[in-house]
């Protein structure tokens, strides 16, 4: 699943499970139209033969009916907003999605989704200096969250030259924080793939590697793969990175073991390389 559906998805079945016998109107009426628009959007996503586009605008319009009725008898219910504001960004309202996430921070500052929203709204805007405080907010209150950590590390990564550029960041001081919070994700959560992929990835982007825990990366995902494609893709790092080391015989080792078609440009790039290097530095070390 994408981090970003993720978060809708986190934030939909949060709402849903509330107790229903503790529940409030407002509370039941939420997560009534919140169970509407998770049947309806998996449904949109299935993209199947028979969906009736019309029909699916029909019933979506009624869900926006009902978030507007709720907020008009209870317009300082923070949830409600959120919801809703979740819901129009999925349809492509972003305007109106973050005027209603915004509204909803307001009124509840402590909801570190609504707070990880607002940050992807303005790093989608292009606006990453302005995003970066909403990350670190979601972080402060759900340090825990792997999803809040991965995303910060991304936005430092992408946006990396506007940090610099802004003179409140070295080059070396992004880096290291984008890698540290790949780290705090992959940390927090181990068997997300694209999590730990990506602090693996992360460690080309240090000065000065810890190729030595780059390598113990690459072996742990290795282990996890779940195709042959996927364990001879990990295989193809850890020989770029011997070779980095110098240890070219056992870079030769690794490359013989990938033999999928698919991976063939990646692997003749990495043997073009073994070949260019003086063969004094082929021997392995004593």
């Known amino acids: 699943m994408k981090p970003r559906l993720l978060v809708f998805v986190i934030f939909l079945s949060l709402v849903a499970s509330g107790r229903a016998e503790s529940e409030s109107l407002p509370d039941r009426t939420l997560r009534q139209l919140v169970e509407r628009q998770k049947e309806l959007l998996a449904d949109a996503a299935k993209n199947h033969a028979n969906f009736d586009q019309d029909n699916f605008k029909l019933q979506l319009q009624q869900v926006s009916q009902g978030y507007e009725g709720l907020l008009r008898d209870n317009p300082d219910y923070a949830p409600g907003y ?131 825990a780059a390598l113990k990366a690459w072996g742990a995902l290795e282990e996890k793969a779940a195709t042959d494609v996927e364990r001879q893709t990990m295989r193809l790092h850890a020989a770029n990175i011997l070779i980095k080391q110098g240890k070219l015989e056992h870079a030769k080792l690794l490359l013989a073991t990938v033999v999928e078609p698919s991976l063939a440009p990646q692997k003749q790039k990495l043997v073009a390389q073994l070949a260019a290097k003086p063969e004094k530095q082929a021997a392995l070390p004593p």
Request: net charge negative; no cysteine.
């Open 82 to 212: 959120a919801a809703y504001g979740y819901l129009l960004g999925k349809v492509g309202m972003r305007k109106e999605s973050i005027a209603m996430l915004l509204k909803a921070n307001q009124l509840d500052p402590d909801q570190a989704l609504v707070k990880n929203q607002i940050g992807n709204f303005l790093a989608e805007e292009g606006k990453p200096l302005e995003a970066l405080p909403y990350f670190l907010a979601a972080i402060k209150l759900e340090p825990k969250e792997p999803l809040y950590h991965y995303q910060l590390g991304m936005l430092l990564h992408e946006a990396r030259d506007d940090f610099i550029r802004s003179g409140e960041w070295t080059a070396d001081a992004v880096d290291h924080a984008s890698h540290e919070a790949f780290g705090h994700a992959a940390e927090l959560a181990p068997n997300r793939l694209e999590f730990t992929y990506r602090q693996a990835e992360s460690f080309y982007d240090l000065p000065v590697p810890d190729w030595d």
